[in-house]
């Protein structure tokens, strides 16, 4: 059983940046792939960012590449999500979840979320 909790949410102008965390409870943390997604109002889930068990690779969504950076401390039991230059539409509720790829259906631990509102 894993247990995620996400934090880092509010806020925030056009080209501003926040740093999302997923804290992760579990001893089994280190050897899971982790990933990122979104849902924002009226629309469907969506993928932002994956990295693997080991940090060593990583892939992203293409409307945030150059943007956003995922990474992972293993030591800590956390994953994180740089986000910067945000835009409007990066506005949605974020989610960390516990697999690999890009479809929602392929991960099967999920936290709670944290709300992301950039403003014009």
């Known amino acids: 059983q894993v247990q995620l909790v996400e934090s880092g949410g509010g806020l925030v102008q056009a080209g501003g940046s926040l740093r999302l965390s997923c804290a992760a409870s579990g001893r089994t943390f280190s050897a899971n792939a982790m990933g990122w997604f979104r849902q924002a109002p009226g629309k469907e889930r969506e993928f932002v960012a994956g990295?693997?068990?080991?940090?060593?690779?990583?892939y992203y969504v293409d409307s945030v590449k150059g943007r956003f950076t995922i990474s992972r401390d293993n030591a800590k039991n956390t994953v994180y999500l740089q986000m910067n230059s945000l835009e409007p539409e990066d506005t949605a509720v974020y989610y960390c979840?516990?697999?690999?790829?890009?479809?929602?259906?392929?991960?099967?631990?999920w936290g709670q979320g944290t709300q992301v509102t950039v403003s014009s």
């Open positions: 979840a516990v697999g690999s790829g890009r479809y929602g259906g392929t991960y099967n631990y």
């Open positions: 990295i693997s068990w080991s940090g060593g690779s990583t």
